[in-house]
């Protein structure tokens, strides 16, 4: 679909403004919010990742990209909800310690806010002890925890470990590019999804 192509090519081309136009002109098409997310927007974001790691492209333009990118899906957000029901419980989300990718976790909050979570997002570089911490202010029925280098994974045992040591009957969701299903069986999390939607179905089997 055009549209669909011209939202790929300005997303790719870091062009918010433009991204902005063309999610507005899908939505009063009547386009499945689901379908503009995946086939607009992550498959621009996916292509923006291979070049980036093949040094096609750098930093200032994954930078651009992203941003186009969260702008966009800001404006999907209300369409994406009709599609969810109401509150299910509370998610306390952030990305491991030392890691400033943000990109997948913010989908994976907008998935379960879409699902009726109440989502509080801690952002990035939270420590185990800030989820735990968190988890217990709220009464939160699931931390997640997202990674995207396999030096900030080690985090998520820690989280784990913490709250076990708490006695919280939170679970504990573990996602990002180097995380696998071994490794969150290895470290005792609950669950471990690839995507940010299979991410928010999760979440609600442990409701
Ligand atoms: Co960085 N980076 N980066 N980076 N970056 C990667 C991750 C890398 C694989 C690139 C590469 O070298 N091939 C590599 C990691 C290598 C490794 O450890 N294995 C890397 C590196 C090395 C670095 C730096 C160290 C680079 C440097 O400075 N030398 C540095 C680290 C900074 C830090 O964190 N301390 C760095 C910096 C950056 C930018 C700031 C430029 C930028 C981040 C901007 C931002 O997030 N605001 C950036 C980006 C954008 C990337 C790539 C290109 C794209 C990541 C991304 O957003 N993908 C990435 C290469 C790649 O992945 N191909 C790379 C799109 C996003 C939608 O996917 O986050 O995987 P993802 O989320 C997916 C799933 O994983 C899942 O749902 C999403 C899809 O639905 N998911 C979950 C995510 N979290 C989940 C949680 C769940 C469940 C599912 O449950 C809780």
Known sequence: MEILKDMYDAITAGDAKKTEELVTLALEQNMS??????????????DIGENFKNGIVFIPEVLVAARAMNMGAVLLKPALMEEGVVSKGTVIIGTAKGDLHDIGKNLVRLMMECKGFTVVDLGVDVSAEK?????????????????????????????????????LSTKVMVGGAPVTDAYCKSIGADGYTP??????EMALGFI
């Open 33 to 46: 919010p689901n379908k503009i997310l995946d086939e607009g927007m992550l498959a621009a974001m996916n």
């Open 131 to 167: 989820f735990v911490e968190s988890a217990k202010e709220h009464n939160a029925d699931i931390i997640a925890c997202s990674a995207l280098l396999t030096t900030t994974m080690v985090e998520m045992q820690r989280i784990v470990d913490a709250v076990s040591e708490a006695g």
């Open 195 to 200: 995507d940010a939607t299979s991410a928010s």
